[in-house]
């Protein structure tokens, strides 16, 4: 680490440090498994859509006077593994920018955190982003993209707006050229839990790519669907997309299923919405459904049905909240802390 006192350096550095905003983003081929585990590369090529309704806010201040980095997330002081995790992105940008101080960081999230709902991919593009612009150093989105993806892959992807595309092994992220499909479509989140998720994505897809039987054939299945599914999206085949984004959560599902111990992310409710999706498409409507490392169901709709889509989850018992989200832009800096 170079000398605190090299005056050049620290002269970049702006006082009041910087602001960043990210919107989470849902997986609609979806990116379970590592090819590089020390390096955190994917091991299955994924495509997301970022959401514009979920969003974090993320502020580092580099401080000359901090003993050691301070991390508060949502008002709260972060628990040990959150806050190694964000100063190993610090340690990078400090490493980039010759820099050895220490940071203030909080990171505030606009939906509710108890959800379970994803927060870490919106979390470290914000963080990325802000630590950048507090260190001094203007970045590129695409290694920005590749900053967030060290720290956890679906990051990569929140750098960017719209529809975002990861590859296999790949670094960093890039935006899937598919504009008008953006705007068409909408994401209804059915929230069926409280509370934090049980087992957390690193842990659940390093469990099951050593023990599941299926993870091989999930790996080779992966490619094929993304391939499918980019296709489909850039010919604004918008069934076939959700034809391909079903099939791609319910492999990756059954992939965990078989791991031992068993990684079961669904409760009674996940599977009571799924049915009611069924139902809708049955019944005409555009709908398809997704899940994650967690019970909730995001629901891809048209943007002229996205408000049936609401009313019908909504009724779905054991529900206890539902978000509709269109899609959202690229991450930003907003300016000083
Ligand atoms: C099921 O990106 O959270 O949401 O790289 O270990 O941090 P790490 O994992 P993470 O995994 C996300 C898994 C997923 C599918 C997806 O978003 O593609």
Known sequence: MPSLTNAAVEARVPPAGCRAVAH?????????????????????????LTLAALSTTTRVRFDPDARADEVTLNGAPADAGAAAKVSALLDRVRATAGLGWRARVTSDNDFPTASGLASSASGFAALALAAL?????????????????????????????????????????????????????????????????KVGSTQGM?????????????????????????AALAGGEFERVGDAMEHSTLCMHATMLAATPALIYWNP?????????????????????????????????????????????????????????????????????
């Open 206 to 230: 390093l469990g099951t790519q050593r023990t599941s039987p299926y993870y091989e054939a999930w790996r080779s299945a992966a490619p094929r669907i993304y391939t499918e599914l980019r």
């Open 269 to 337: 409710q996940t599977l009571a919405v799924t049915s009611r999706v069924r139902e809708l498409r049955a019944s005409g409507a555009f709908a398809y459904f997704t899940m994650d490392a967690g019970p909730h169901v995001k629901v891809l709709t048209l943007a002229d049905q996205a408000e049936r889509v609401r009313r019908e989850l909504e009724a779905v018992p054991g529900v206890h909240r539902v978000i509709v989200s269109a899609a959202g832009g690229a991450a930003r800096l907003e300016g000083a802390a």
């Open 24 to 48: 989470s983003n849902i997986a609609l081929a979806k990116y379970w498994g590592k090819r590089d585990i020390e390096r955190n590369l994917p091991d299955v090529p994924s495509l997301s």
């Open 133 to 197: 612009g507090a260190a001094g150093l203007s970045w590129a989105p695409p290694a920005v993209s590749a900053l967030a993806r060290a720290s956890s892959v679906s990051a990569a992807r929140s750098v960017f707006g719209g529809f975002v595309a990861l590859e296999a092994g790949a670094s960093e992220a890039a935006p899937a050229a598919a504009a008008e499909a953006a705007s068409a479509l909408r994401m209804v989140i059915a929230v069926t839990e409280t509370g934090p998720k």
